[in-house]
């Protein structure tokens, strides 16, 4: 997950073949209330419904 936060922008974490989130990775991060992205990739995923981040939050 190191390379991703260095080399994106914005990111998509599918589960299930059904978006669960994407948006900046501060976005994400903040939304499911991890310090990084792969603690919120393994949160994230694990939930059922589907998250919308808007760059607004």
Sequence with gaps: ???VQQLCDKVIILSQGKTVAHGTIDEITR???KD???DAY???SEETEILEVS???
């Design 31 to 33: 939304i499911s209330g």
């Design 1 to 3: 997950m190191d390379e």
């Design 36 to 38: 990084n992205l792969e």
């Design 55 to 57: 760059e607004e939050l």
């Design 42 to 44: 393994l949160h994230l």
